[in-house]
């Protein structure tokens, strides 16, 4: 089967020389690329350029992306493609910048627009507008793909998270959510719509499952 996999984080440029970014290493995703890949599939694995796992031993296909809007434009040209499966585990960022303000010593607000921003100017205040969210475009792209989404949170517990999972199927008709983090705790849980959760000891342990489900029918 021809499965996708995103892995590492998107960035978005506050000028040309700074970023906001996340603290994904890209490992997870790009690993899970790798065992599909030993168990025969053929896997197109998109990987943030800003990923620090940079090992991807036997993947034929590894396309970098920048950006969110980036990594929307490279997932959509793969829509006309026989895809049976996309597993989205990339940290997509949840902002990008807005308008740039400089505060004066008195208060006043004037944008700000260099490729540079100096140092030297003072005290900034930076708008932080939401990035599109990618995954709930995916199933418009991909109507017949096994869709798997991730949702990796460090507060609400257990519950909270599994509860999160489910706002996702309801939004974005995912068939799988990852979720881990210190909100879920060890290991990782494999939702299904519904409530159901598969707990896995290891990552490993999970990419078997999310292989085994390319043969479940839908």
């Not at 996708?4 to 690329?33: K, Q």
């Not at 396309?63 to 040209?77: C, H, M, N």
Request: some cysteine; glycine content about 10%; proline content about 4%.
């Amino acid at each position: 089967m021809h499965c996708v996999v995103t892995a590492g984080p998107t960035y978005e440029a506050l000028d040309d020389v700074r970023r906001l970014t996340n603290f994904s290493t890209g490992r997870l995703g790009t690993e899970l690329a790798e065992f599909l890949t030993t168990r025969g599939h053929a896997v197109t694995l998109l990987r943030g350029e800003q990923a620090t796992w940079r090992d991807t031993g036997s993947v034929p296909s590894v396309v970098p992306f920048s950006t969110t809007r980036d990594l929307q434009e490279k997932l959509q040209a793969l829509a006309p493609a026989q895809v049976q499966a996309v597993f989205h585990a990339a940290a997509v960022s949840d902002f990008t910048f807005g308008k740039v303000w400089l505060r004066s010593a008195a208060g006043e607000l004037s944008e700000v627009k260099a490729g540079k921003i100096s140092t030297r100017a003072g005290t900034l205040l930076a708008e932080l507008l939401p990035t599109p969210k990618i995954i709930a475009q995916l199933r418009n792209w991909f109507p017949t793909a096994l869709l798997a989404g991730w949702k990796y949170e460090v507060e609400g517990g257990r519950e909270g998270v599994l509860q999160l999972a489910e706002r996702q199927f309801a939004e974005s008709r995912t068939d799988l959510c990852v979720v881990n983090g210190r909100a879920y705790g060890e290991g990782f849980g494999l939702a299904r719509p519904g409530g159901a959760c598969e707990h896995c000891a290891t990552r490993f342990d999970l990419f078997a499952k999310l292989e085994h489900c390319l043969s479940l029918p839908k």
